[in-house]
């Protein structure tokens, strides 16, 4: 159920009607909007009660949500939901174009850097970077963890980028929050209920990764799990899909891109490295992705990907990165979109 509250209605109305829905026994979820603000209502087992809500000053109406997923639902909040990053210029939703870049694993503090140094000359605002790898192979580089994290939590200070890191599990995710400025909850966690759950409770943002085998309504009611318990900031991200096609490690599905734009407020990036695989790929899908109206795109990138400790035959050269960004920057306007080249952080006023 969804409370939508007139537009003039005041803080106190809506902060009346959370309580009244919390009297109710249910949970509140306010969402401000452009326009009014919306008040989701979860944890009913079937119909919810409406109690005096219709009744209440600065209500407009009670309407019932059909979707099985609702704070992620168009229907709770019309407009696009942007993520913002304190202190700084840098976005993903809304009318500008997020660029993530980085390494599959952190190897070493020099690698790291020699990478985020040429993404961020490039024009990337955002530094991704594994510190725990969820492998295939018990025996493959599991990632360097902790150390990796203090190394990336340098090169945002250093550089400015974003950090986005990858948590594998609940022991992770609270170091990986610690760290980062957003949680990776990987395609092989996409159904991890406990750890979206617990994501769920982070004040911070969450980049997740559809399911290598996921429908859109599983990796919407996934984005939900995250936001029924009251983190709202969820990016979503297609990285490819099992496919009987073997000329690439997955198939990038990029018409899920418009389909969640219609379903959904969330933002939604494209990973075309894990989506093809392929170095030669990468190129002409991110272009594609950008093309299809996606909100960013998620590259990984090797400066000697030949010595690469994991998915070094996907990782494009500095090189190839910075011509993917010319060329995305590009297709941007054509898509009603801009790409801000890098990131300004706001120095602390003296
Ligand atoms: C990654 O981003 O390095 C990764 C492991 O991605 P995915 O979960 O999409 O396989
Ligand atoms: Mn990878």
Redesign the pocket.
Known sequence: MLVVMKAQATEEQIKAVCDHIEFLGYRPHPMPGAQRTAIGITGNQGEANRGNLEEMPGVAEVIKVSKPYKLASRDVKEEDTVIRFAGTDATIGGGSLAVVAGP?SIESREQAFAIAEQVAAAGAQFF?G?AY??RTSPYAFQGLGLDALKIMAEIRDRLGLRIIT?AIDNETLDLVAEWADVV?I???NMQNFSLLKHAGRLRMPVLL?RGMSATLDEFLMAAEYIMSEGNYEVILCE?GVRTFADHTRNTLDLSIVPAVQKLSHLPILV?PS?GTGKRDKVLPMARGAVAVGADGVLVEVHHQPEKALS?GPQSIYPEQFAQMVNEIEQIAPIVNRKLHRGIRVETAAK
């Open positions: 599959c991704r594994g790898k969820p990858e990776q990987g395609a092989r990764k990285r990973d894990h998915d």
